[in-house]
């Protein structure tokens, strides 16, 4: 069984970075889409940004201009570098890989932003 394990959350005051990491614990074959969503206390589990094998990427609104994704396919490996860190952004955060038989995903980190 395939799992993805996700690393670097944690607590931060606002305005802080933080940059999660997730990797396969073996490789997957022929990954469309790699993305972190974040799901925070009452509230459903939403996408923060998603990118390609192409390299294309797409981010929710409200963390355009903070966040960036990025990706090594050579690795599997997605990265999420978080910039500007509001307290909106305290949520579990989950790291996904999609390929056209199986959706996968991570356990999930928790995000901490204290004001």
């Known amino acids: 069984q395939v799992q993805l394990v996700e690393s670097g959350g944690g607590l931060v005051q606002a305005g802080g970075s933080l940059r999660l990491s997730c990797a396969p614990s073996?490789?997957?074959?022929?990954?469309?889409?790699m993305g972190w969503y974040r799901q925070a206390p009452g509230k459903q589990r939403e996408l923060v940004a998603q990118?390609?094998?192409?390299?294309?990427?797409n981010y929710a609104d409200s963390v355009k201009g903070r966040f960036t994704i990025s990706r090594d396919n050579t690795k599997n490996t997605v990265y999420l570098q978080m910039d500007s860190l509001k307290p909106d952004d305290t949520a579990v955060y989950y790291c996904?890989?999609?390929?056209?038989?199986?959706?996968?995903w991570g356990q999930g980190t928790q995000v901490t932003v204290s004001s």
């Open positions: 996904n890989a999609n390929t056209v038989i199986m959706n996968y």
């Open positions: 073996r490789s997957i074959f022929s990954i469309n889409y």
């Open positions: 990118i390609a094998s192409t390299g294309s990427t």
